[in-house]
């Protein structure tokens, strides 16, 4: 039955006539789903199997609503139903249903021609927020904490709720204007759905195609989408993969940087930590 | 029958769902509500505004957790993952019964995210009593295994549904949440006596009580939680009191969702069958 449920529907979103072995759809679930005097066997299992795409697709259509903005309605549609056949749910949560389009997207550049670049970015800025909704908040990092730890040696953990992107386009406002616009993401429920909820997506234009560095984080529970400088971004990075401080900072060796580089370090990192991004230390 | 083991010995009243949509509203102006159910998978994150508006919602109000993700009756083992962060979120609320579903939605370690309808066998009965012992168990909170409403029956089920209810929480010694709405929705999908169902289940086992409004199609009724509760349903959860006595009840609204008002009005109807059926006891 899970298969039935969970393969693809056939076009006009009605269950596929034959099944994979090429025998009638029909025969397989009169083999054990009982008739009643007004649905068949074929149509009872149609319910369930309209009613798992229904969720799902309408589950991603609001976690990816900028990827749909800028494919337009049928081809989003189209890799939207490819991706979730290939990577169906393997999580009790419909909140980590998109956690593998990157890597999809990555593989399948021809769901996203001739806009595969801007389509990556925009998938992952809209994990990335997904990220920055729920993931744990640690307590910040207080400056005791780094008593006694030798300043050059010291590895600063990044809050798990902060990702760091490289982007070739710049779609931080366009996102932030689409996600402002757009009503709440589903949350799970018990209940079915009669229909899906199809809304038709004007087509995005125009965004500037400029390499950018982007923080997508939560402050005081709202999503916030922080650009950053060229070493902004090199150094948070290296931190985020372990890197010492001093290993960090060497990193920003031969990058531009205007002003005194003591002082612009340390305005930056003054407001990270008061924006709380550092939780506490690597051992 | 107020208090019972399965219930964790309290009398909640009448409660509602607890809904984005509304929580401007409660968080603002702290109307009086006996309880709230919320659904678990929707606080399972590790932080962020959900567990937020929790702790907000939890300084003020009683909350009862209800999940839809268990999946008592897929063949695989329980996550422990899954059930440690449903501990977690078990000692945030102090929820003092928690509720999932019999149903199955999960094989191979794919989700289907539906409440799939089981096949009625003593097989399915056994596999699943044990899940729901296991989960017990490793959350220390009393279970109560929920009626799904569904669309399909299986040609090898060897009893009624109600039957097997009885099966499963008799083989798990667990409490019953019965969703009169769902049996409705399942008695005219199947062509069964929805009094039969509510007559059939051991009233000493109910440790909640779900109403609901559903969709009507030409060739089946779907549950989609989006309309008041019809007077048959009322009917039959008239019946489920006269039998279990005063018990926890919950209004689900889960789509196209109005104010919080009209949702809180349509949950405490419940009321007037409850003094309906505790005066002709009293008669009695």
């Known amino acids: 039955m899970a298969r039935a449920v969970m393969r693809p529907l056939g076009r006009g979103d009605v269950m596929q006539r034959k099944w994979i072995d090429g025998r009638p759809t029909k025969q397989i679930a009169e083999s054990f789903i009982k008739p009643n005097d007004r649905l068949t066997s074929f149509e009872r299992l149609e319910i369930y199997n309209r009613q798992y795409w229904f969720r799902i697709r309408d589950c991603f259509y609001e976690d990816y609503r900028g990827l749909r903005a800028i494919l337009g309605d049928q081809k989003f549609e189209r890799l939207a139903d490819e991706y979730l056949s290939k990577y169906p749910s393997r999580s009790y949560t419909l909140r980590n249903l998109g956690s593998r389009l990157v890597k999809f997207l990555q593989a399948e550049p021809r769901w996203t021609k001739p806009k595969t670049k801007l389509a990556l970015d925009l998938a992952r800025l809209e994990w990335a927020h997904i990220e920055a909704f729920d993931n744990a908040a640690k307590p910040a990092l207080k400056l005791e904490d780094l008593a006694g730890v030798e300043a050059a040696k010291i590895r600063l953990k990044l809050q798990p709720h902060l990702t760091l992107l490289t982007l070739e386009n710049v779609v931080d406002d366009f996102l932030i204007t689409l996600k402002k616009n757009s009503g709440l993401r589903s949350e799970a429920s018990n209940a079915m759905e009669q229909t899906q909820r199809r809304k038709k997506t004007k087509l995005a234009h125009g965004l500037k195609r400029q390499k950018n560095f982007l923080a997508v984080h939560r402050y005081e529970d709202g999503i916030y989408y922080k650009q950053l400088e060229r070493g902004q971004f090199v150094l948070l990075s290296a931190m985020q993969s372990g890197a010492t401080l001093e290993k960090a900072v060497a990193k920003l060796v031969g990058l531009k940087i205007s002003g005194d580089l003591g002082a612009t370090v340390g305005k930056w990192f003054a407001n990270w930590a008061a924006l709380g991004w550092f939780c506490g230390l690597e051992k | ?284």
């Open chain 2, 1 to 284: 029958m107020p208090a019972n083991p399965f219930n964790g010995f309290t009398d909640y009243g009448i409660g509602i769902g607890l809904r984005v949509p509304h929580y401007e509203h409660i968080l603002s102006q702290k109307p009086t509500v006996d309880w709230f159910e919320i659904i678990s998978e929707n606080f399972m994150g590790d932080g962020g505004r959900p567990l937020k508006v929790l702790d907000q919602i939890l300084e003020q109000y009683r909350v009862v957790q209800h999940g839809v993700s268990m999946y008592f009756g897929s063949s695989e083992k329980l996550n422990r993952d899954h059930l440690k962060k449903i501990k977690r979120l078990v000692k945030r609320t102090k929820t003092p019964w928690l509720s999932d579903h019999l149903c199955w939605g999960s094989v191979d370690g794919r989700y289907t995210h539906d409440l799939l309808p089981m096949p009625y066998t003593f097989a399915a009965a056994k596999v699943t009593a044990q899940r729901i012992r296991e989960a017990r168990d490793f959350l220390e909170v009393p279970i109560g295994v929920e009626n799904v409403s569904s669309y399909a029956e299986f040609h090898v089920s060897e009893m009624t549904e109600w039957e097997f209810l009885n099966e499963v929480v008799e083989r798990a010694d667990c409490g019953i949440l019965l969703d009169v709405n769902n049996i409705y929705v399942s008695s005219k999908n199947h062509n069964f006596n929805p009094l039969d169902y509510v007559n059939g289940v051991p009233a000493d086992r109910v440790a909640q009580i779900h109403i609901a409004g559903h969709s009507k199609f030409q060739k089946y009724i779907l549950d989609t939680h989006d309309h008041p509760v019809i007077d048959p349903v009322w009917k039959l959860y008239e019946r489920a009191i006269q039998r279990t006595g005063r018990t926890a009840t919950l209004l689900e609204w889960d789509d196209r969702i109005p104010s919080f008002d009209e949702v809180h009005g349509e949950a405490l109807k419940a009321n007037q069958f409850l003094k309906r059926v505790e005066s002709a006891k009293t008669k009695a």
